[in-house]
């Protein structure tokens, strides 16, 4: 099974911009503030996410110009969520709140001289050229003070375009942003108003009062780092993505045994890449090794969010164990650990989650020696219409590299070249321990029972230090 660099890595094309422009509401808008959640209000959230769609060329839309429709959709848009045109302040107590000025978010217009088709049959990310899809503008990505968001919509040669967009993650999770972008879809194929009305009340998801620490939270236990696991500056990253279709998952699923029941894709999925992610990275056998993986609540909390809430509503779900009891345990001692952690968030985990994260001043998530998980794979990313029809690619923009021991992975809603609906699962590791993640990773999906061809399921851009080529590229991994 080859590791292949797909064809836009090395793909060399001219982005001209228009200066960067506010969009504000198309009507006026109230001027006041609103708090952020407690949830919201976390300094595990003060960045930024990327977010990329790349849209084919559609015949009934011909001489309509991409992005004027997307521009006035955007103005008409943040009439009913108009605290995206506003602005992040900070209060007594270092609370934040949006004052909710109408300025508008920053638009960037944008032509490139390349079509679609050149950025190959499986697009995914990392993608090297996402500075010139997705500007970032000098001072615009503070998170007090600043646009909310950021977006960029750039046509291509062919008639297709690209939509890119960044969020301030305080404002809103991945659910709540393609709420936002499905309702800009609808204004641009000529709607009057969002058929999900959007929903404030930050509220529904403020602590106690008193607070009140009712279950045991490992999320901010301080750690020490142990040197087996630590990544450093002068390790060379590969970064890969990897396609799980109906093939892969069925391969790794035969691997259960039968008597322990039905486990989710998502279960699955997450058990396997935790235990092979952690055999490639070869950690002392007694260190401790983390899986976070973030779990939306809007139906778990009693009673459930309201429909149209659009601010960050998750919790984290936390597995811990030794790297040997991983390692060395049958699949199913991984899936049984996520599955128990999924299951302890409740609606009182919850409450409790939000109380000691008032109660400790805000802290940061702990997330060294741990695997992170964000599934965003059933958010609906690629169904965002803006009238040229479904999303090829639509998701996260980039891979969230960390030089610690910790790494992100979004699992996204993709295809491979040969139109397979799946997940991709982007991965960041140092070059020899992705070479024995792909390793891993073949031995068990090319062991199937039935002795059938296993589909081509690694995708991947090599990301290395200049002049330093990688030894994954072009190897035939057997």
């Not at 968001?149 to 967009?165: D, K, N, P």
């Not at 260190?287 to 149209?308: K, S, T, Y």
């Not at 960050?312 to 128990?340: D, G």
Request: proline share 7%; glycine share 6%; hydrophobic share 40%.
């Amino acid at each position: 099974m080859a590791i292949m660099a797909p064809s836009f890595t090395s793909l060399v094309f001219t982005v001209r911009r228009c200066e960067p422009e506010l969009v504000s509401p198309a009507k006026p808008t109230p001027n006041e503030f609103k708090q952020l959640s407690d949830l919201d209000d976390r300094d595990s959230l003060r960045f930024q996410i990327p977010i990329i769609q790349f849209y084919k060329y559609n015949p009934s839309m011909q001489g309509r110009d991409t992005v004027k429709i997307i521009r006035e959709a955007l103005s008409k848009t943040l009439v009913f969520y108009y605290p995206f045109a506003g602005r992040l302040r900070e209060g007594p107590g270092a609370k934040l709140m949006v004052e909710c000025t109408g300025e508008g978010v920053m638009f960037i217009e944008a032509d490139a001289d390349v079509s679609l088709d050149q950025f190959g049959h499986a697009i995914h990310p990392p993608f090297p050229c996402i500075d010139e899809l997705l500007y970032d503008v000098p001072g615009s990505g503070e998170m007090l003070n600043c646009p909310l968001l950021l977006i960029q919509v750039t046509r291509l040669r062919c008639g297709g375009f690209i939509f890119a967009l960044r969020l301030n993650h305080l404002m809103s999770d991945a659910p709540s942003i393609v709420q936002f972008m499905n309702a800009m879809g609808e204004m641009a194929r000529g709607v009057c108003a969002p058929s999900i009305p959007p929903v404030w009340q930050r509220e529904l998801l403020n602590a106690r009062n008193p607070p009140q620490v009712t279950c045991t939270h490992h999320e901010f236990d301080e750690l020490v780092k142990p040197q087996s696991l630590i990544i450093n500056s002068l390790h060379e990253l590969a970064c890969c993505s990897f396609f799980f279709g109906s093939t892969e998952v069925c391969a790794i699923r035969k691997r259960i045994p039968h008597h322990l029941g039905k486990y989710s894709t998502f279960e699955v999925l997450t058990a396997f890449m935790w235990r092979c992610r952690t055999i490639a990275l070869s950690p002392d056998p007694e260190d401790q090794v983390r899986l976070i993986f973030m779990n939306n609540v809007r139906a778990i909390l009693n009673p459930p969010l309201p429909r149209g809430y659009y601010g960050n509503a998750y919790a984290i779900s936390l597995a811990v164990t030794t790297a040997r009891e991983l390692c060395e345990n049958p699949l199913e001692y991984a899936l049984e650990l996520v599955r128990k952690a999924k299951a302890n968030v409740n609606d009182e985990y919850i409450r409790s989650f939000i109380d000691l994260v008032v109660s400790k001043g805000r802290p940061r998530t702990t997330i060294v020696q741990s695997f992170v998980v964000s599934n965003t794979a059933r958010v609906g990313f690629r169904d965002v219409d803006c009238g040229w029809g479904k999303a090829i690619y639509g998701g996260v923009a980039n891979i969230f590299e960390s030089p610690s021991t910790s790494a992100t992975s979004f699992y996204i809603e993709a295809m491979n070249s040969k139109g397979e609906d799946g997940i991709m699962v982007p991965m960041c590791l140092p070059t020899l321990a992705m070479e024995r993640f792909v390793q891993e990773l073949n031995n068990i999906l090319q062991d199937q029972s039935d002795g059938g061809p296993m589909s081509k399921f690694i995708i991947s851009s090599i990301e290395t230090p200049l002049n330093s080529p990688s030894s994954l590229e072009g190897q035939q991994l057997k």
